[in-house]
């Protein structure tokens, strides 16, 4: 068997492209930004690598979201090693068209050999080797970069097998928009960005919707006059490492801030929901045929999210005060504490209440069901050190919080990615040299 | 650092000994499962005496320091006569220590001395529920005000965020305001 290490890159490579088995030092597993930009990262130090894709370039942003999702991340803010946005719209939001014609230019732009419509079904460990099997052949590699990202697979508790089939069921993967709803009105159950997008768009087709959020992290699109990410990006929040954080588990899960990218910039949250006509319940405990129950938490849960956005705003406060800033933008501001009402509704009769549709926007996780290895902990979470795997040669990239704050957007793939690749050639060098292993992340 | 942060802070609570056992228990998922206990005797009318003692916990049977007892009736005026706190009541007394202490809790570990907190706990109830004259109405609380009046060394914010996280953290708290499945067997 050849050796993975050592092989040959840049116009030799070319060569190997349409094969669908092989040998390479670094198989990457996922097409997405944050295996395109681990791809550009390898490159840049000759290292030998394939990735494989079960559809196309940028999938999920391709095929798996809705009709009107636009990023929500401004346009400036987009880049991935070696290439931005250079467009004349620096404070607009990508389309999901848009995302994935960016996506593509990049995979040009770097020549990433992608293996498209290529799916993994298995990660063994071979020795020091790993074994990639697809459904069109086999790699083996010395290392392997999980780059499948972490909103594959959609989370639906299980209490939704007690909902009557009269009812309909879906989740953000399947919803592309609201005519594809029965006419009615709609649970939408979540309070992330996802949530609140849905629910503002169903409601505005005619629907009412009621909208059942638990905890949840409340910001303003534009504060001061600048871009919300502008303030986290610039105060450096964005940029906090997962070794300077007490409760990285925690920060790890938060559900994503309730935000949309629109051209206008608006400020997508609760309140505007309300006053919308959406009908604000609690998060939903249990459901057994027609009847709903809600916990009786909801002001907390708004309590908890309006404390902290005020703690974050405090932040970019301070921050600007000491950047000198204070006299050139707008002053600070306070918004008002979500509304909740003296007594919001615990239970509903989902058919007297004429809900026809109940859209589960309760999250997303990865997928691991063909990784072979036991590097899952208890709870089928991949068990890593900043992305370096329990597993010699094995990465993971793109993961909410992972090596910093940003490392789940796009713009935040690039230090991961320069940082994992260097881990990686190391471990390529210290395989070939023959030595022992032992760098710790 | 500022003057107020060097200040040594002591609420009475033992944080670094609770850091321990959540990192401990991380670790150790089945020494998390605890049992709560208590036992109860009819005495006469509407007036009964629980009993709480042993717990289940960190993998063995635990014992309190000692038995504690606790006497429940109804008021005169629904024709009992007042051995004790109503069933009721005792729901507010449990859910007020158990928000208290998580405010403790979380100031000690955000460094904020506490001086005074109280809260003041009002449910409401129609009785025409338990009493069978209205179906619509149910049986239990219709609603529940917790009022705290907090004298700490924080800011208002942080006052109300010290209150928030002990709700969010509190297990009476979730019991309340969220359904538990409840067995009722008889031997």
């Given at each position: 068997?050849?050796?993975?290490?050592?092989?040959?890159?840049?116009?030799?490579?070319?060569?190997?492209?349409?094969?669908?088995?092989g040998?390479?030092?670094?198989?990457?597993?996922g097409?997405?930004?944050?295996?395109?930009?681990?791809?550009?990262?390898?490159?840049?130090?000759?290292?030998?690598?394939?990735?494989?894709?079960?559809?196309?370039?940028?999938?999920?942003?391709?095929?798996?979201?809705?009709?009107?999702?636009?990023?929500?991340?401004?346009?400036?803010?987009?880049?991935?090693?070696?290439?931005a946005?250079?467009g004349?719209?620096?404070?607009?939001?990508m389309?999901?068209?848009?995302?994935?014609?960016?996506?593509?230019?990049?995979?040009?732009?770097?020549?990433?050999p992608?293996?498209?419509?290529?799916t993994?079904?298995?990660?063994?460990?071979?020795?020091?080797?790993?074994?990639?099997?697809?459904?069109?052949?086999?790699?083996?590699?010395?290392?392997?970069?999980?780059?499948?990202?972490?909103?594959?697979?959609?989370?639906?508790?299980?209490?939704?097998?007690?909902?009557?089939?009269?009812?309909?069921?879906?989740?953000?993967?399947?919803?592309?928009?609201?005519?594809?709803?029965?006419?009615?009105?709609?649970?939408?159950?979540?309070?992330?960005?996802?949530?609140?997008?849905?629910?503002?768009?169903?409601?505005?087709?005619?629907?009412?919707?009621?909208l059942?959020?638990?905890?949840?992290?409340?910001?303003?699109?534009?504060?001061?006059?600048?871009?919300?990410?502008?303030?986290?990006?610039?105060?450096?929040?964005?940029d906090?490492?997962?070794?300077?954080?007490?409760?990285?588990?925690?920060?790890?899960?938060?559900?994503?801030?309730?935000?949309?990218?629109?051209?206008?910039?608006?400020?997508?949250?609760?309140?505007?929901?309300?006053?919308?006509?959406?009908?604000?319940?609690?998060?939903?405990?249990?459901?057994?045929?027609?009847?709903t129950?809600?916990?009786?938490?909801?002001?907390?849960h708004?309590?908890?999210?309006?404390?902290?956005?005020?703690?974050?705003?405090?932040?970019?406060?301070?921050?600007?005060?000491?950047?000198g800033?204070?006299?050139?933008?707008?002053?600070?501001?306070?918004?008002?504490?979500?509304?909740?009402?003296?007594?919001?509704?615990?239970?509903?009769?989902?058919?007297?209440?004429?809900?026809?549709?109940?859209?589960?926007?309760?999250?997303?996780?990865?997928?691991?069901?063909?990784?072979?290895?036991?590097?899952?902990?208890?709870?089928?979470?991949i068990?890593?050190?900043?992305?370096?795997?329990?597993?010699?040669?094995?990465?993971?990239?793109?993961?909410?919080?992972?090596?910093?704050?940003?490392?789940?957007?796009?713009?935040?793939?690039?230090?991961?990615?320069?940082e994992?690749?260097?881990?990686?050639?190391?471990?390529?060098?210290?395989?070939?040299?023959?030595?022992?292993?032992?760098?710790?992340? | 650092?500022?003057?107020?942060?060097?200040?040594?802070?002591?609420?009475?609570?033992?944080?670094?000994?609770?850091?321990?056992?959540?990192?401990?228990?991380?670790?150790?998922?089945?020494?998390?499962r605890?049992?709560?206990?208590?036992?109860?005797?009819?005495?006469?009318?509407?007036?009964?005496?629980?009993?709480?003692?042993?717990?289940?916990?960190?993998?063995?049977?635990?014992?309190?320091?000692?038995?504690?007892?606790?006497?429940?009736?109804?008021?005169?005026?629904?024709?009992?006569?007042?051995?004790?706190?109503?069933p009721?009541?005792?729901?507010?007394?449990?859910?007020?220590?158990?928000?208290?202490?998580?405010?403790?809790?979380?100031?000690?570990?955000?460094?904020?001395?506490?001086?005074?907190?109280?809260?003041?706990?009002?449910?409401?109830?129609?009785?025409?529920?338990?009493?069978?004259?209205d179906?619509?109405?149910?049986?239990?609380?219709?609603?529940?005000?917790?009022?705290?009046?907090?004298?700490?060394?924080?800011?208002r914010?942080?006052?109300n965020?010290?209150?928030?996280?002990?709700?969010?953290?509190?297990?009476?708290?979730?019991?309340?305001?969220n359904?538990?499945?409840?067995?009722?067997?008889?031997?």
């Amino acid at each position: 068997m050849t050796s993975p290490l050592n092989q040959p890159v840049g116009s030799v490579r070319k060569a190997f492209e349409t094969a669908a088995s092989g040998t390479r030092s670094a198989v990457i597993i996922g097409a997405g930004h944050a295996g395109l930009a681990m791809s550009r990262c390898l490159s840049e130090r000759s290292i030998g690598h394939v990735i494989l894709e079960r559809g196309e370039v940028a999938n999920a942003w391709r095929h798996e979201r809705w009709d009107s999702l636009r990023l929500l991340t401004p346009n400036w803010q987009c880049r991935l090693p070696g290439y931005a946005y250079n467009g004349s719209d620096p404070d607009g939001f990508m389309t999901m068209a848009e995302v994935t014609r960016f996506m593509d230019d990049y995979a040009r732009f770097i020549d990433a050999p992608v293996q498209a419509g290529t799916t993994v079904t298995s990660v063994r460990c071979r020795g020091q080797e790993y074994q990639v099997v697809t459904d069109r052949g086999e790699w083996f590699c010395a290392a392997v970069v999980i780059a499948t990202g972490a909103f594959n697979k959609p989370v639906v508790p299980v209490m939704s097998a007690e909902v009557p089939s009269s009812i309909k069921q879906l989740t953000p993967r399947d919803y592309r928009n609201p005519e594809q709803l029965p006419d009615g009105g709609v649970l939408v159950v979540g309070g992330s960005a996802t949530g609140l997008q849905l629910a503002d768009e169903i409601q505005r087709s005619g629907r009412s919707v009621t909208l059942s959020v638990g905890e949840h992290v409340r910001l303003p699109r534009v504060y001061r006059g600048r871009d919300i990410q502008w303030w986290m990006d610039a105060a450096g929040i964005l940029d906090e490492g997962y070794d300077e954080i007490n409760d990285l588990n925690r920060a790890r899960h938060v559900p994503s801030p309730q935000l949309v990218g629109t051209p206008e910039r608006r400020t997508l949250d609760l309140n505007a929901l309300t006053a919308r006509g959406v009908k604000l319940v609690s998060r939903l405990m249990a459901v057994s045929g027609n009847r709903t129950i809600f916990s009786g938490a909801l002001s907390n849960h708004c309590a908890l999210a309006d404390l902290k956005m005020d703690r974050l705003l405090d932040r970019i406060d301070n921050w600007a005060r000491a950047a000198g800033m204070d006299k050139t933008l707008p002053p600070s501001q306070r918004y008002p504490a979500t509304e909740v009402g003296a007594s919001p509704c615990l239970t509903l009769d989902l058919e007297k209440s004429g809900i026809r549709t109940i859209l589960w926007a309760t999250g997303f996780q990865p997928d691991y069901s063909w990784l072979d290895l036991p590097v899952l902990d208890r709870k089928g979470r991949i068990r890593h050190d900043g992305g370096v795997v329990d597993s010699q040669g094995i990465y993971v990239t793109g993961l909410p919080f992972m090596r910093r704050r940003k490392s789940s957007f796009i713009h935040g793939a690039e230090d991961d990615a320069r940082e994992l690749s260097c881990h990686l050639g190391n471990y390529l060098d210290c395989l070939s040299s023959g030595q022992k292993w032992s760098a710790a992340g | 650092m500022n003057a107020q942060q060097e200040m040594v802070v002591n609420n009475g609570v033992n944080v670094e000994a609770i850091l321990e056992a959540r990192k401990a228990l991380t670790d150790t998922p089945e020494a998390a499962r605890f049992q709560w206990r208590a036992t109860c005797d009819w005495v006469n009318g509407t007036h009964s005496r629980s009993k709480v003692d042993g717990f289940y916990g960190l993998g063995d049977e635990q014992r309190h320091h000692t038995e504690f007892r606790f006497d429940t009736d109804h008021p005169e005026l629904l024709a009992a006569e007042d051995q004790g706190a109503t069933p009721v009541e005792m729901v507010l007394v449990g859910l007020a220590g158990c928000l208290t202490a998580g405010i403790a809790s979380v100031a000690q570990n955000r460094g904020i001395q506490l001086h005074s907190v109280r809260a003041i706990l009002e449910g409401g109830m129609d009785l025409q529920g338990i009493l069978g004259i209205d179906s619509d109405v149910r049986n239990g609380f219709d609603d529940i005000r917790v009022n705290f009046e907090i004298d700490a060394e924080a800011t208002r914010d942080e006052i109300n965020a010290l209150v928030a996280q002990s709700q969010k953290r509190s297990a009476v708290f979730d019991i309340i305001t969220n359904p538990t499945n409840v067995r009722v067997t008889v031997k």
